[in-house]
């Protein structure tokens, strides 16, 4: 380990950057400027968060989100940073936040070629515990000669063109995909800036984990029932799966895509729709689970043969990644119709929840 200082600093907006060389003169910047606003919001955010105890921001703001949920004071600083930002940036047309009832259209004067949907605050009723939460937001480019309706949002999640989350906890963590792989930055508060430290997120292709309410076990399905037991009490000496559950879904999702496992948020007797929100908060998290790529075991099969090598190189380009379904519709297909509507999810581990899916397909076949 070298005790010379590092001089090559790769900061997000380098990184976000160089693809933008690779694309040459057509590179216009605009979504590298996009992604500095949101990256300006997550430090503005992370800082209140981290001294939301001393100043008074814990709490409820004494006002109701269209989820009907209490807001608290981080919640609504969360989102007036968020909007203000973006529609500052010049680079945003349409706007969808949680905590607002409607779509934002940006006035002609600032507007610009995406679209952002967003949860400035998720997992929010942790703040109080000092529990990790985060900020989730995809980004669709505006259709063209659009001038931004909501049409642009009312788009499958297959036509984002980035997504990304940042989690504050004990360090601002900001994960990230342009649809090139998924890459992690971290802050460096002394900097202000987000250094890569996570180049090239990949997602096992099974884990030892599951994520899911199991409060809900009651009201869950049958093939939900059926695979969580399969994963308790296991046939063929199999090990039974740890459970995890902190109850915010950056946290949640952010452990399952570094160590591989599932979470699971399934539309139940309960919630016919599920809890989670499609637009905001399955997209971007379906998104970046497809694009962690498995490429661990390439570099590895890349030593042994060439032809097999490039063969298995293609085989696994295609399959690489993550799954994320609702247990019978790969979510990314799915065609929005309301910008708040929810959605059963489950994603992670391709094999893992490849092994959810079969129960779906019993069910569907028992009929
Ligand atoms: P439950 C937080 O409110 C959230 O929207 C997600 O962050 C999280 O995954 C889920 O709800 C937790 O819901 O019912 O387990 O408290």
């Avoid at 601002?172 to 996570?198: C, M, P, Q, R, S």
């Avoid at 570099?299 to 399959?319: A, H, P, R, S």
Wanted: charged letters at 20%; proline letters at 4%.
């Amino acid at each position: 380990m070298s005790d010379q200082p590092n001089t090559n600093i790769i900061t997000l907006t380098r990184h976000v950057l160089a693809d933008q060389f690779e694309l040459g003169p057509v590179a216009s910047g605009d979504l590298t400027l996009l992604l500095t606003a949101i990256q300006t919001t997550s430090k503005f955010i992370a800082t209140n968060v981290r001294k939301a105890r001393l100043i008074n921001l814990i709490g409820l703001a004494g006002e109701t989100n269209i989820q009907g949920e209490e807001q608290k004071k981080l919640d609504v600083l969360s989102n007036d940073i968020m909007i203000n930002s973006l529609r500052a940036s010049g680079k945003t047309a349409v706007l969808v936040s949680e905590e607002l009832d409607e779509a934002v259209f940006i006035d002609e004067k600032h507007r610009g070629k995406y679209c952002v949907v967003f949860d400035p605050l998720d997992g929010s009723s942790n703040i109080d515990a000092g529990v990790n939460i985060g900020t989730i937001f995809g980004i669709y480019h505006i259709r063209p000669d659009s001038k931004g309706t909501l049409q642009d949002v009312l788009r499958p999640g297959s036509e984002m063109v980035a997504a990304g989350y940042t989690m504050y906890g004990s360090s601002a963590n900001l994960v990230l995909t342009t649809g090139k792989g998924v890459n992690g930055y971290t802050l460096d508060a002394a900097l202000g800036e987000f250094i890569l430290t996570h180049p090239n997120i990949r997602v096992p292709p099974r884990g030892k984990i599951y994520s899911f309410n199991e409060g809900n076990s009651m009201y869950f399905h049958e093939p939900v029932t059926k695979y969580l037991n399969s994963l308790k009490y296991p046939s063929n000496g199999k090990l039974p799966y740890s459970a995890r559950y902190i109850g915010s879904m950056v946290a949640d999702v952010h452990r399952t895509l570094l160590y591989g496992g599932i979470f699971g948020y399934p539309d139940d007797k309960k919630s016919k729709n599920g809890k989670l929100r499609l637009l905001y908060e399955a997209f971007p998290m379906a998104f970046l689970t497809e694009q962690v790529r498995d490429l661990e075991v390439l570099n590895d099969v890349w030593k042994v043969t060439g032809l097999t090598c490039i063969c298995l190189f293609i085989w696994f380009v295609v399959q690489a990644g993550g799954i994320a379904t609702t247990g019978t519709k790969r979510i990314l297909d799915i065609v929005p119709t309301d910008i708040h509507q929810r959605c059963s999810v489950f994603l992670g581990s391709k094999d893992d929840v490849a092994d959810l899916q079969k129960f779906y397909q019993q069910e569907a076949a028992a009929k």
